[in-house]
């Protein structure tokens, strides 16, 4: 087949023009680049030289490469260049009437089959189609920041736009190695579209005094494994950038979480931009600095004593007990492993065992660390025998009438002074706390799948819980090697408070058929660089946990936008349960 577009022009050079020219050039293309003055234009191309040598100092290109991409590229400030090329990329600033008058010229200029794209981030790629008398050879060919690493491209097409359009433009992203996936003009296609809803709330997380900058982004960081904390991302991304999505966006869905937090029309106002203005959500050593120089680093700490703890209870034999058990017992801590019966309690020493014994296999563990782990946990069939432990760690059924049960048993057993801890992940530590009659002692200490794997702890305090509690569990939380993130008794905590929206969000973008599953989840993968999709999440999590923890979120929030995506709720009904079940949003028995 005959390679798409041998010859593209570029228009506008800057941050994203001169990468896309670089990376078609690269391609073999012939590439006019077009600025908007010949001062600029002499600019340009001394970006571009100077980013190839750095190509070329880095390996990532040689010299003579380099050679033949710089002969390939021609720069100058005449539009007119434009009619020799197939196809018109536009990455000028993102205002809509520059980029319609842009559109119209262009439209005058070239040939009838020559196709334009727009570089447009959050802009209507359907008004700007409609400055032209071609809108079905005009599209958007979204590429992200630093061009030469982001292997993702989002080739947009509008109502509009001839279906073969597209297909050449996916190809020719294939032909310039990367990977294309197919959206709709929408504010945000897909990857800015659920990423900036995301931040929004984590912004707004932040403004209501919820939890600090600190542990907001260390909490998404270690609980989700994402390369970067939600307000750090801001920071970079420009905080006037994101407020600009964000409006776009709201424009357009009139949804209230995408009403953009106030505090970023604050930042923007006093010029607190981010990185690029040395100071956003944090403050940074210089402008264009990536090192924040006001960040507490490391987990927070107390600023009181904690009480002593020298022995551990953990109640419960699921998964989450017996991870929570291992965390305890490697960190030397002598744990009473307690379940309903002595033989649940058995058969989770022995798992725990056969954990212990992953890990010896994989070098992460000797065997002497083993056998002393072990030695420290004992099994016990009733709770009674919590009585003189110092602290309880709850990890039963996520069950409230179950869990208050167990708070009120051990409220009537343990001595007075130990801390309650509950691991929930979804009910209110409240409820738990107000089972027994020392309400100041219980607190959540919700610990993330596989719990010797997860860093995080989120140490949830009720409005009861006393200061040298919570000061007790995250001085535990450094011992057991585990980072502490601080915040209230509210639906979600941090962590699934911004995730399940996000992955709704995903489910809602698909119900809607905006974006294929495979698209939704490499776009994500590739654009943000997240471990998984959120459809590859969501099956590995569960749908019907999923649903129970929207439900929650929703509960607590009444925000319309919260609601469980109606898809979810009929997968559930459906038994497509995710992996566990074989089939949630892919077929897993199939693969
Ligand atoms: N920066 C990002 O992270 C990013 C990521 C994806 C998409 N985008 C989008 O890409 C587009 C370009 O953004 P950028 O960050 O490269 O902007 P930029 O400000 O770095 O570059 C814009 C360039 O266009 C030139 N220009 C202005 N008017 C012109 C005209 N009439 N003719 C020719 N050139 C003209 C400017 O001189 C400048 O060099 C925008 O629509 C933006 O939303 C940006």
Do not use: W
């Not at 006019?32 to 571009?48: M, V, W």
């Not at 992203?173 to 897909?190: M, Q, S």
């Not at 600090?212 to 307000?231: F, N, S, V, Y």
């Not at 009537?412 to 027994?436: E, N, W, Y």
């Amino acid at each position: 087949m005959e390679r798409p577009f041998p010859t593209v022009a570029v228009v506008g050079l800057g941050t994203m023009g001169a990468g896309v020219a670089v990376a078609v050039a690269k391609s073999g293309r012939r590439v006019i680049g077009i600025e908007a003055d010949e001062a600029s234009a002499a600019r340009a191309l001394a970006r571009i030289e100077e980013a190839t040598a750095h190509a070329v100092a880095r390996e990532r290109l040689t010299a003579e490469e380099r050679a033949g991409l710089l002969a390939r590229i021609s720069v100058g400030s005449a539009l007119d260049a434009a009619a020799a090329a197939d196809l018109v990329i536009e990455e000028v600033p993102e205002r809509l009437e520059l980029k319609r008058e842009l559109f119209a010229e262009l439209d005058r200029i070239c040939p009838p089959e020559t196709v334009l794209a727009t570089g447009t981030t959050a802009l209507s790629v359907t008004r700007i189609a409609a400055a032209t008398a071609r809108p079905d050879r005009v599209l958007g060919l979204h590429f992200f920041n630093p061009v030469h690493t982001m292997k993702l491209v989002e080739v947009v097409r509008t109502v509009l736009t001839t279906p073969r359009v597209a297909e050449d433009a996916a190809a020719f992203a294939r032909d310039l190695d990367k990977e294309p996936v197919a959206a709709g003009d929408r504010a945000g296609f897909v990857v800015n579209g659920l990423l900036f809803a995301y931040l929004n709330q984590a912004a707004a997380m932040y403004e209501s005094r919820y939890a600090t900058r600190e542990d907001i982004d260390a909490a998404m960081r270690l609980g989700c494994g994402l390369p970067m904390g939600p307000l750090a991302l801001l920071d970079l991304i420009g905080v006037d950038t994101a407020r600009t999505v964000l409006e776009a966006m709201y424009e357009q869905s009139r949804d209230r979480l995408h009403a953009p937090a106030p505090i970023l029309g604050q930042l923007v106002s006093a010029g607190l931009l981010g990185r690029k203005t040395g100071r956003g959500f944090y403050t940074y050593e210089a402008p264009g600095s990536s090192r924040a120089v006001d960040a507490q680093t490391g987990p927070a700490r107390p600023d009181l004593p904690g009480r002593e703890v020298r022995t551990v209870g953990v109640c419960g034999s699921g998964t989450m007990a017996t991870g929570i058990v291992e965390v305890f017992a490697k960190a030397g801590y002598p744990v009473l492993l307690a379940a309903r019966s002595q033989e649940k309690a058995e058969t989770a020493k022995a798992q725990l065992a056969r954990s212990l014994e992953r890990s010896v296999a994989k070098g992460r563990l000797s065997e002497e660390q083993r056998d002393a782990a072990l030695a420290l946990v004992t099994p016990v069939g009733q709770y009674g025998e919590l009585a003189e432990v110092d602290l309880v760690v709850e990890a039963v059924a996520e069950d409230l009438a179950v869990k208050r049960e167990l708070f009120a048993t051990l409220d009537k057993i343990v001595k007075p002074g130990a801390v309650l801890a509950t691991t929930t992940s979804s009910l209110p530590v409240i409820s738990c706390a107000s089972a027994t009659s020392r309400p100041q002692d219980v607190i959540g200490m919700h610990f993330f799948n596989p719990a010797p794997a997860m860093k995080l702890v989120e140490v949830v305090s009720t409005v009861l819980t006393a200061p040298d509690v919570t000061a007790t569990v995250l001085e535990l939380c450094a011992k057991v090697r585990k980072h502490p993130v601080e915040c209230g008794d509210r639906a979600g905590f941090i962590v699934n408070a911004l995730l399940f929206p996000y992955l709704n969000d995903a489910v809602r973008m698909l119900q809607e058929h905006y974006a294929t599953v495979d698209d939704i989840d490499t776009a994500m993968k590739l654009g943000c660089g997240y471990p998984m999709g959120p459809f590859e999440l969501l099956d590995v999590v569960g749908l019907d946990v999923s649903l129970t923890i929207e439900q929650v979120l929703h509960q607590e929030f009444r925000e319309p936008g919260l609601a469980a995506a109606p898809l979810l709720e009929h997968l559930v009904a459906a038994g497509c349960l995710g992996r566990k079940t074989g089939r949630g949003f892919r077929d897993h028995a199939r693969r």
